[in-house]
């Protein structure tokens, strides 16, 4: 039997694992670096001891409370990735803390390091994505557009005598920067070559950063948004489409089947559960919807109560055995032929409700035994074209 003592150190089961209460944690303490920020550019304290950086924690105190209510969202995703970023807010305010230590950066960095702390415990709760997956990247091109802020108000502060007009107090640092990084112009004129290097070592870094976050963080909601329209257009089309042919499945017999009635002029729709499979499909200028066969809402979606005829041609017998199915209790009127690989296979789906069950290896067999049993002085050359999945 395990001791109390040992059971109570015992790290926290990710099972208990309460990531909105450690989000609302992330973003509280968050909210608070960026008041002690803002705090210490307008109520100014002595420092305890003074050195070249002394005075320069607003923008890091303030930065890092905005990257962890940034990360306070993906803490509650449990991401292994905002986990790891989480330990960048203690370095920034532990480095400013020993720097320019006053009541404000002291009190940013004991926060920062005590959410660390607390969250610490409940490492193996984060568990979601990967450290080099899309989240990362996105994570990476936040915070380098945060130091890039920073970097901008840090060096407009100190640089703020040589430009005219003067560059004074954070707020005038902020502006100097923001206008700066987006290229929209500024009225802060450099007047010495190390202010003119470092806004050409701006505009250069910032630029870059700050597109990049633009691309990175709004690409994926731009690509949710053309996929919703292409799902209504499609679901346009679908609703225009009748007297059509269901084929279910992306084996070959489907693909042959599909291209015998574009040759034809029979118009068909393809459903197929993998995206790769349907976009192919689309590519080659087949009329393709994504979904299960054996579903009746995705079967209703390409229109089977106006299908002329449904064919069940996947690989897997058992699939379409489902299919079979699932289209004779939407519709006992509809024509329905299933295609089978095993022999013991035919009278499952007959039975199921398919008008028609076909082993196309067995058809496809006999048209070759056939084509081989030709006596030698029958005329011509007869030449039969067989597909079969």
Known sequence: MKSPARAAARPPDHRMFHNPHLALATGTVGVFLVVMGFASSLFVLPDFYRDYLTGYDPPFDAIAG???IVLSYRIEEQSVVAWLFSLLAPALTIFIAAFSPN???LAAAAAATGLVVFIF???GGFYRGAVTGPASTQLIVVVAALLSLLFGMAGAKKLGDQFAPPIHGWSEALYFTVSTISTNGSEYSPLSDSARSF???LILLGVGTFLSAVVVLFLPFLERRLERIAQRLQR????DISDHVIICGASTTARATAETFREEGVRSV???????????????GYVSHRGDSSSEDDLRAVGIDRARALIAA???DAENLLTVITARGIDSQLRIVAVATAPN???KLRKAGANEAINAFAVAAKLVSSAALEERGSAGVHSHTITHG
């Open 121 to 123: 415990p409940f490492r």
């Open 345 to 347: 296979s035919l009278s």
């Open 199 to 201: 806004v050409v070592v």
């Open 66 to 68: 905005v990257l962890l």
């Open 103 to 105: 009541a404000y950066s």
């Open 314 to 316: 996947d690989d897997s």
């Open 236 to 239: 346009a089309q679908m609703e």
């Open 270 to 284: 393809i459903l197929a559960s993998d995206p790769a499979d349907v976009e192919q499909f689309r590519n080659e």
